[in-house]
T-cell receptor, first 113, second 115 residues
Framework: KAGVTQTPRYLIKTRGQQVTLSCSPI?????VSWYQQTPGQGLQFLFE???????NKGNFPGRFSGRQFSNSRSEMNVSTLELGDSALYLC????????????FGPGTRLTVL | AQKVTQAQTEISVVEKEDVTLDCVYE???????LFWYKQPPSGELVFLIR??????QNEISGRYSWNFQKSTSSFNFTITASQVVDSAVYFC????????????FGKGTLLTVNP
């Protein structure tokens, strides 16, 4: 069974631009979570989607948004990029999310110049 | 609120040594789940082990073993006979409140295994 895939793997953007990251979960998994990883803050939960609905959101500004499609694929969008948004963005999927184990993708490394 | 503390920032060992990574957690929930993930330089978080709060039996899986103690809120992870390929950052994570889709992670422990 294929693992979680994320595209693109690397991105370089400039301040003020917007970016869209994509995540394809493991087949059969319906819950998709997004995390931001930075050296200073570590791994922080961004939001989670299940059946195309956002169930929970972390403490991030409204510039961070996401969505999930009917095939469970998910995208996250960051608008008006700031230097501090430079990070590794990890996507994780699980069956339904409540007591399951999350499996992570390889991440998208975003650099904001 | 949930919290996970990994007091060891970095550990360096010589190949074939045993190494234990410490993890202390805080939660008010009575049912929760604890995880260990490994992050090699490639960046992907690799799932290693999982333990439910209602099962304190400690197990061994190959070179990995773990010691879960509710009384001290600790979930330590041991690698026996370490290998160079074990070099990575190891994260302890907590899922509680029936929401394992929102894990709380520790800051990670960088393990370096030298040949």
């Amino acid at each position: 069974k294929a693992g979680v895939t994320q595209t693109p793997r690397y991105l370089i953007k400039t301040r003020g631009q917007q970016v869209t990251l994509s995540c394809s979960p493991i087949s059969g998994h319906r819950s998709v979570s997004w995390y931001q990883q930075t050296p200073g803050q570590g791994l922080q939960f961004l939001f989670e989607y299940f059946s195309e609905t956002q169930r929970n959101k972390g403490n991030f500004p409204g510039r961070f948004s996401g969505r999930q499609f009917s095939n469970s694929r998910s995208e996250m969008n960051v608008s008006t990029l700031e230097l501090g948004d430079s990070a590794l963005y990890l996507c994780a999927s699980s069956l339904v999310g409540y007591t399951d184990t999350q499996y992570f993708g390889p991440g998208t490394r975003l650099t904001v110049l | 609120a949930q919290k996970v503390t990994q007091a060891q920032t970095e550990i360096s060992v010589v190949e074939k040594e045993d190494v234990t990574l410490d993890c202390v957690y805080e939660t008010r929930d009575t049912t929760y789940y604890l995880f260990w993930y490994k992050q090699p330089p490639s960046g992907e978080l690799v799932f290693l082990i999982r333990r439910n709060s209602f099962d304190e039996q400690n197990e061994i899986s190959g070179r990995y073993s773990w010691n879960f103690q509710k009384s001290t809120s600790s979930f330590n992870f041991t690698i026996t006979a370490s290998q160079v390929v074990d070099s990575a950052v190891y994260f302890c994570a907590l899922g509680s409140g029936g929401s394992n889709y929102k894990l709380t992670f520790g800051k990670g422990t960088l393990l370096t295994v030298n040949p």
